[in-house]
């Protein structure tokens, strides 16, 4: 997740010619009747992502060897992208198909001139111009936008961290605790940027003013240029606009991962800020208060859930406060001593009593049930509605795999670790996942780039599985009420569609047409069958 939110010439033909030509736009209202994938959303709309950009080889290089000067350029597209609210669907922007690629290139050899150097021999390479397209994500007020002016890091930019980060970052806090990560933080829409990608481009046109052959040679300070502008352009792609539902009769069928249950795993991350290398105690965690207002909205949405287990074991009704005892009647109690800050007991330090229960919490599995009645088609049977959770997650993926193995809705709010922390789908196989259906909800930032794709082939596909995802970073501040009524808007009873359970997620007071949700979309849902019209259903 997250960034806690406190208020979360010739030379020139050439940079043109790196453009893809903007298409023309078209109906959003029309855009699910169109190829590709379909996705739902209340804030984003889908879209085909193009964007050329350009790097040079050794003469005679290999595809593979293009393909992986390419990779690292693509990957500096990611921050320019993301500081625009566009999310991208592929891994850092991978190149996922080597062979589709190399079909765009259009190779140039040429010899490069150090024009410092009249007299110096010119060096033969290859300059390879390129085609990247992906899948991406788009606020609503840029549905109709067909094209975004950006740029490209060039090769070498690992190597000027500290030029970069000045001219063409925010040149922040943020910037540079990511400095090892300079992709993730470029931004080429500051206005110190600007003047310095023209800049640079002054100082190649005079070189190649400077050259013999326009045609046949280029400047060395073309090969080695930091700032590469492009333009990113936009087709039409299929975003769902049809209500869609979750298999309810799935869900509510007592067949899933646990017979005669639905189980509910929600795992919430410590959320510090951990690229900062912060840490908090418990209760001072941002995350810990998210991670109540979780827990608190799934209740108020199943009344009668109630605690009914503790691993490793825990007395949730008695704590030890400067060695007295303090006795709570149900855990209803702590929530209100934690996030209401009141009903403490006479004579009782409260911070001290927020500790003492901050310690039986923090690392620990909790478990809620309430036992229900589900009719379907009017055939009744008992199902107990069943919550675990657990708080104080980390970068070890042990909790998360507990939850998705024995979980049929599955949600994790926190830190994304850019892709690498306990989510990373490198960290898991197959035979972690349970063969029944499942909802996969990682409210972190940007896991739609991290997990989205990925997780559909570790799952099997999308038959037995959906993911809720986000496009743009998330925020700390109302994760865990948003969490909440995202759990419990699945288990009120009201069997709400996709669209109704995502307005439930909505964040309230950030103020950002697209920040109410970080551009969250489903995906997987297309070929579900549940029809509310068809398949009656009642909870008791």
């Not at 042990?398 to 809705?409: F, Q, R, V, Y």
Request: charged fraction near 20%; proline fraction near 4%; hydrophobic fraction near 35%.
């Amino acid at each position: 997740m997250n960034r806690t939110i406190s208020f979360f010439s010739r030379a020139s033909m050439i940079a043109l010619a790196l453009a893809v030509p903007a298409c023309a736009a078209s109906n959003d209202d029309d855009a699910s009747q169109t190829d590709g994938e379909d996705l739902t959303s209340l804030t984003a709309r889908a879209r085909t992502l193009k964007f050329s950009g350009v790097v040079f080889a050794r003469a005679g290089a290999s595809d593979s060897e293009i393909v992986y000067a390419i990779n690292k350029q693509t990957q500096s597209a990611f921050g320019a992208l993301r500081t625009a609210t566009v999310g991208v669907n592929t891994r850092e922007l991978k190149v996922t198909d080597p062979v589709a690629i190399a079909k765009t290139f259009v190779k140039t050899n040429v010899d490069v001139v150090d024009t410092s150097k009249p007299s110096a021999a010119a060096t033969k390479m290859v300059r390879v111009v390129y085609t990247y397209t992906d899948q991406a994500v788009v606020p609503k007020p840029m549905s109709s936008r067909t094209a975004l002016q950006t740029a490209l890091l060039g090769g070498t930019y690992q190597s000027q961290v500290e030029r970069v980060t000045t001219e063409c970052t925010a040149n922040d806090k943020e910037a540079t605790e990511f400095a090892g990560s300079l992709w993730y933080v470029f931004d080429p829409s500051v206005s110190t940027c600007k003047p310095a990608m023209a800049k640079e481009q002054a100082a190649i046109d005079s070189d190649r003013r400077k050259l013999t052959d326009q045609v046949k040679q280029v400047t060395l300070s073309e090969v080695n240029r930091l700032y590469i502008p492009t333009t990113a352009a936009f087709t039409a792609s299929a975003t769902n606009t049809k209500a869609k539902y979750p298999e309810y009769d799935k869900l509510y069928s007592g067949k899933g991962v646990e017979s005669g249950k639905l189980v509910i795993g929600m795992v919430s991350g410590m959320m510090a800020d951990w690229a900062a290398g912060e840490h908090h105690d418990t209760i001072d965690d941002e995350g810990y208060d998210m991670w109540f207002e979780g827990v608190r909205n799934i209740m108020a949405a199943r009344p009668g859930l109630k605690l009914v287990k503790s691993e490793p074991a825990e007395d949730f009704t008695k704590f030890t406060v400067a060695g007295k005892t303090v006795t709570a009647t149900d855990f209803n109690e702590l929530i209100q001593w934690e996030l209401d800050g009141t009903g403490f007991p006479a004579g009782v330090d409260s911070h001290a009593l927020r500790v003492a229960v901050g310690n039986k919490i923090a690392k620990h599995w909790l478990t809620f049930e309430v036992p229900t009645t589900v009719t379907v088609n009017g055939t009744a049977t008992p199902l107990t509605i069943k919550l675990q959770t657990y708080f104080g997650a980390e970068t070890d993926s042990t909790p998360h795999k507990h939850a998705i193995k024995t979980s049929d809705i599955f949600l994790y709010n926190g830190h994304s670790y850019i892709g690498y922390g306990p989510l990373d789908p490198t960290n898991f196989q197959p035979s972690d996942f349970p063969t029944t259906y499942q909802i996969l909800v990682m409210n972190g930032c940007v896991s739609y780039n991290y997990y989205e794709h990925d997780f559909f082939g570790l799952k099997g596909g999308t038959q037995n599985v959906e993911l809720i995802t986000n496009g743009l970073e998330s925020w700390v501040n109302e994760s865990g009420p948003a969490m909440g009524r995202l759990a419990g808007s699945l288990i009120d009873g009201k069997f709400n569609s996709y669209q109704n359970v995502l307005k439930a997620a909505q964040f309230t007071g950030m103020g950002y047409s697209w920040g109410q949700d970080a551009l969250r979309v489903v995906d997987g849902e297309l070929d579900n069958k549940f029809d509310p019209s068809k398949t009656t259903i009642t909870v008791k």
